[in-house]
């Protein structure tokens, strides 16, 4: 009994797993990969995977149009429901699952822009759901005119009484200034060396 018990843990530590593995060859090599839109690394690549199913693999390469594939990963037999219990954790030898992907690429062909315009125009027609491209429109700016000058407002109209009521009087002439009396000592105008007559 003490043997049986000591053998289990010797037997559990000693199973093996499955190891799953892609492997994305491309020709030309030395393309960039990603692999669910997640970078891996460049042509030839190995990457670990866990789960099975369609991966998205896309190849990048300058010179060479971008290939995009989706590409299936089928479950094996030994990973079906109950067998991936006993393949995942019973079973004492390591199972590798390896998956080869060989891809090759096209070369990239010279397009010309207006090509590609005249294409895009074709599907945006045959679609028939969006509205034509307006071609581009040069606007040209108009001279601003400058703004009109305020009129002056007209005086304001008398009040109807005075209107035709007499005109106004005019002021009386201020009075004159009286003019001081000369002082007794005071100089009188003129020189009598010159023959200037003295003013009285």
Same mark, same amino acid.
């Given at each position: 009994?003490?043997?049986?018990?000591?053998? +289990?843990?010797?037997?559990?530590?000693?199973?093996?797993? +499955?190891? *799953?593995?892609?492997?994305?060859? =491309?020709?030309?090599?030395?393309?960039?990969?990603?692999?669910?839109?997640?970078?891996?690394?460049?042509?030839?690549? !190995?990457?670990?995977?866990?789960?099975?199913?369609?991966?998205?693999? *896309?190849?990048?390469?300058?010179?060479?149009?971008?290939?995009?594939?989706?590409?299936?990963?089928?479950?094996? %037999?030994?990973?079906?429901?109950?067998?991936?219990?006993?393949?995942?954790?019973? %079973?004492?030898?390591?199972?590798?699952?390896?998956? +080869?992907?060989?891809?090759?690429?096209? &070369?990239?062909?010279?397009?010309?822009?207006? !090509?590609?315009?005249? *294409?895009?125009?074709?599907?945006?027609?045959?679609?028939?759901?969006?509205?034509? +491209?307006?071609?581009?429109? =040069?606007?040209?700016?108009?001279?601003?005119?400058?703004?009109?000058? &305020?009129?002056?407002?007209?005086?304001?109209?008398?009040?109807?009484?005075?209107?035709?009521?007499?005109?106004? *009087? &005019?002021? &009386?002439?201020?009075?004159?200034?009286?003019?001081?009396?000369?002082?007794?000592?005071?100089?009188?105008?003129?020189?009598? !060396?010159?023959?200037?007559?003295?003013?009285?």
């Amino acid at each position: 009994m003490v043997l049986a018990l000591a053998v +289990v843990p010797l037997l559990v530590a000693a199973t093996g797993c +499955v190891q *799953r593995r892609m492997t994305i060859r =491309s020709n030309p090599p030395g393309a960039l990969v990603y692999v669910d839109d997640y970078q891996i690394g460049t042509t030839p690549v !190995s990457h670990d995977f866990v789960y099975y199913g369609t991966r998205k693999i *896309r190849l990048v390469k300058d010179g060479y149009e971008t290939l995009t594939v989706r590409q299936p990963f089928p479950l094996p %037999w030994y990973q079906v429901f109950p067998l991936d219990f006993v393949t995942e954790n019973l %079973w004492p030898w390591e199972i590798r699952d390896e998956r +080869v992907v060989d891809l090759a690429m096209q &070369p990239a062909g010279a397009v010309a822009p207006e !090509s590609v315009v005249t *294409r895009a125009e074709q599907v945006r027609r045959a679609a028939g759901s969006l509205p034509p +491209v307006a071609q581009p429109v =040069s606007v040209v700016p108009q001279p601003v005119a400058p703004a009109p000058r &305020p009129v002056p407002a007209p005086p304001p109209a008398l009040p109807p009484l005075q209107q035709f009521g007499p005109a106004p *009087r &005019p002021l &009386p002439p201020p009075p004159p200034l009286p003019v001081p009396p000369p002082l007794p000592n005071a100089p009188r105008q003129g020189v009598p !060396s010159l023959g200037a007559p003295p003013v009285p």
